[in-house]
């Protein structure tokens, strides 16, 4: 029997689901920060998974956040960049955002190289294209010799213009490879040819850095594979919502950066074109962080808008403040409101909730594990929201540990324990209520229109107060929510994008040039990849936006400008609110993603015969301002068309599910269990 394996680390738990030949089961455990791989050997070889039947792993990684982010044990490694004369500052001067107009202490961003690494090139193309003067071979000569006395383990050359002509780069890189064996060369040209140079210096910048560390880690990674008898492939999930082999993680780690959180959203996508769901907001939340994204007409929302390491503000990326990517990424938003979230009490004497969170060592304090500061899960077990095991029985909640953590803010507050614990509650609510609405109303998308899709191991249990809050009408719990991302990544096909810039006005080019300039592109792509052509998908898109602007539309492409110039002002209007039909319109980029699928679990729809489910136990849980006697009930044994009417709460191996007063839970023919107002 042969396997598939999607693996989710997180910053408490890692969740696994296997696979393969009919057979499908999901496995929950903390994550093991010191030894990631060898706690998914023993997480798979304990649920009697042989590696060496597993053909492949599909796996997420925060590896480039976390470096970012400054994680202990993740040294950035020494990076020189080589660019035109005249420009070695671009990456410091940045765009002119202020990203805290009255902040007087407002610290920009550090270079991610600094100055003494930055040398200077006298060559220049120009906007057309057309090369001024060629690269000077004895300056790389000169600059060659300092990279090897300083002891660079990499180089970024990103010139000028190269994204149209990249010409004077691909010379600069033979010249140094020759002088430099070994040395690891990155091009602006290869990794993001599109204007814009301080977006295109920064994207480089940061795959250039992420490349050695990515590259070790997947290796590791690799080897304890190889070494417990795993002989399959290994994918990485890419922040598109695309998986990918690991040559081409190795090669442009940049596009994997929230590789982790793009599996949650791809399977909520996946899961409405199943179940008959057109518009969705998928809220995942976890031990660590909560995330929320926006699927319209089943596809997640994609934006190119993206910095890596920026302060946000209530879910807010905070402009200016981080490192700018031009890449595809998942439009989401992701806010420090996590199960292990740590409550405290700020200067003013107000309960606070987040950022730091407790991990999963020593993780909230009902643990047991040496934490003794309160979290979310803490307030939600002495409220009677949690029951006493977690995971399958793996983590046993102890409640007097949980009490006394929230003594100590309830004793500083001067407030009752439930009243504090509540207080939590509603205060992470807020949060996680803010990142919905930034990714629905904040983008234009009626609320009402939508259904909340919640899971991770604590998404369920929010769910309801979070749609009753923001204004939709129903909350779907998919079957094993606390692993719902990892199985994203079984749901996610291979893909792989190209872009080229065009930057020519529109009625200054015909249908047959597009397509050739296409024809072009798509030769390169197929260069690049090893998909069988004929069974894959290809989608064009052409890049439109009014001279003078920086920030394009893409559009599918038909074979049509006119069609295509039609379809810019609809989404420009609907972005905008306003259209102008006399300004000229150019043609800025054009680009190909190339999907090929890959063989999915089934998902099937079964009966549904109504009746109404009895509770297996009861227990107090404490809802709004007061206990209410609450029925329990085991999820496993919920059969399609079951009725459940609250206050009730449902538990289940990855997660528990609460469901207030006046509001009523159906099991449908997946076995989501969906639940409105009565």
Known sequence: MSYRVGVDVGGTFTDIVVF???????????????????????????????????????????????????????????????????????????????????NLFFERPKPLIDRRDRFEVDERVDADGRVLKSVDINELKRISKVLLERGYVGVVIAFI???????????AKEVLSSLNDGIDITLSSEVIPIEGEYERFSTTILNALLRPILSQYLSDFRGKLSDAGFNGDIYVMQSSGGISSLDLAIKTPVLFIESGPAAGAVAAAYYSRIVGDCDVASFDMGGTTAKAATIIDNEPLVTMDYEVGGKMHYGRLVKGSGYPVKLPYIDLVEVSA????????????????????????????????????????????????LGEFLAGGEVRLNKKLALDAISKLSDALGMDVIETAYGIIKIVNSVMSKAIRIVTLERGVDVKSLKLYAFGGAGPLH?????????????????????????????????????????????????????????????????????????????????????????????????????????????????????????????????????YGVEKPSIKKMNEKPYDAKPDSYREVFFTDSWFKTGIYSREKLRPGARIYGPAVIEEYDSTILIPPNYFAYVDGYLNIRIKLC
């Not at 020189?80 to 001067?93: M, N, P, Q, S, Y």
């Not at 987040?354 to 803490?378: H, N, Q």
């Not at 107060?465 to 990544?489: C, K, N, Q, V």
């Not at 749901?491 to 529109?506: G, N, P, Q, R, W």
């Open 463 to 595: 769910a309801v107060e979070l749609i009753e809050d923001i204004g939709i009408d129903e909350a779907l719990i998919p079957r094993h929510p606390g692993t719902f991302s990892a199985l994203g990544l079984l749901l996610s096909d291979h893909k792989f994008e190209k872009t080229k810039s065009v930057l020519k006005d529109i009625d200054k080019l015909s249908n047959e040039d597009i397509n050739v300039e296409f024809e072009e592109l798509e030769k390169k792509v197929f260069d690049e990849v090893k998909f069988d052509r004929d069974k894959c998908v290809l989608l064009k898109y052409v890049g439109l936006r009014y001279r003078g602007q920086l920030e394009e539309i893409k559009v599918l492409w038909r074979g049509s400008l006119k069609s295509s110039l039609q379809e810019f002002y609809s989404r420009y209007k609907e972005k905008y609110g306003f259209v102008s039909y006399d300004e000229i319109v150019e043609v800025s980029t054009i680009s190909i993603t190339v999907i």
């Open 161 to 171: 213009n190269s994204h149209i002509n990249p010409t004077n780069e691909v010379k």
């Open 20 to 102: 393969g030949n009919g057979d499908f089961r999901v496995i929950k455990v903390l994550t093991r920060i010191d030894d990631i791989t060898g706690a998914i050997i023993e997480a798979l070889q304990e649920n009697g998974i042989n590696l060496g039947s597993v053909d492949a792993i599909i796996h997420a990684t925060t590896l480039g956040t976390n470096m970012l982010l400054g994680q202990e044990k993740l040294v950035k490694p020494k990076i020189a960049l080589i660019t035109t004369k005249g420009f070695r500052d671009v990456i410091e001067i940045g765009r002119q955002i202020r990203p805290e107009l009255y």
């Open 338 to 385: 996590g199960g292990g979230t740590i409550a405290w009490i700020d200067e003013g004497g107000a309960l606070r909730v987040g950022p730091i969170s407790a991990g999963s060592s020593p993780g909230p304090a009902c643990y047991g594990l040496g934490g003794d500061r309160p979290t979310v899960t803490d307030a939600n077990f002495v409220l009677g929201r």
